[in-house]
């Protein structure tokens, strides 16, 4: 059977050719269970080409991915991965990209239906708008599986594969917090898109380790009323955070990210300045608004942190123009989604290590750990494990 031989293949796959496309580094272990909070909306942004992946073979098309945009570094990084994991193992899969575009992703899943995949690996642009691309998966008897981003208000996600994504924030403060000295400094918070559920959990954990350190005077907020506002208050509702991330998000667009920036430096005054410390939530707005305060001349050092290990901002760290990232090893990732898809095909039900709430249902989850890096480890943790070559880097 067509189908048998798929599962075998991916059977081999993940007990071999994954370990071995992973360069043979350590997989993350599995993190505790957790229950992370729900997500909002706002109106995606921007398409353009959805181009496809297929590997060459004559299997049927059983499992179907589909990844937020082609736009940034993160996405292509789980592409390849899956590509090195999937295609290399000479069966059929299919990558599309929503290009930012809901409507886009809607339409990505509908062509994988009609082409009979039976598992479906998505990554939200959208976590609300995107129920309804889940809901017609099931209506078609797919088995949807969220990947990294967690698609919200639908019963019709079957398995969840994630970081620990609190950690990633609280890995993020603890920098800027272990970094800073006396009191006052200070502190520039930035956020995700409000449409991205991870954006509230990233806030999430950050503030939580921030705000005893806002309160205790060692940092005072500079560029969210809000944040301000709540400053008192360790635990924020979903509404309160949206509130503060309203007014410092970045959309996850370096553009909209150095505006914002831009303009948070023209409102602040000379000593609202000097030696600064940002919460920036991904590599590439770290980037940009790095770049936007090191051209400030008021500004007389500053510490900004990131996410991803986008290889940008592995040499930005090199060049000590960005402070730390959070690396999350994606072939851990991919390898989750692919272990999860091989149970779902062959009729069983995927080991969940915890469930995250999606605002209607428990959807069983499994998260892998995630790691700091900054100057001293960045040769350990990325190079010596076999993520990147040196040869990708000068300075290093
Ligand atoms: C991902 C991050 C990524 C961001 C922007 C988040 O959902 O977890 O890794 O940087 O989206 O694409």
Redesign the pocket.
Known sequence: MRFKGFVLMLLALVTSSVLAACGGAPAAPTAAPTTASTGATTAPTGATTAPATAAPTNSTLAVGIVL?TKD?P??IQDETRFKEALTAAGYQVEILFSQGDSAKEKANVEALLTKGIKVLIICPQDGTAAAAAADAARKAGVKVISY??LIRETDAVDYYVT?D?LAVGANQAKYLVDNAKGTGNPLYLYA?ASS?N?AFVFFQGAWKVLQPKIADGTFVIKNSSEAVALQAKADLTRDEQAKIIGQITTN?DFNVAKTLAESNLTSATAADKGNVFILAP???TARSIADTFKADKDVKSYLVTG??AEKASVQYIIDGKQSMTVF?DVRTLVKDAITAAVSLLQGKTPTASGVYNNGKVDVPAVQSAVVTVDKANLKASLIDSGYYQASDFTGL
């Open positions: 937020p940034e993160r996405w990294d981003r970081f994504s995700g991205d991870n996850w991904n590599d590439g996410q991803d999350k």
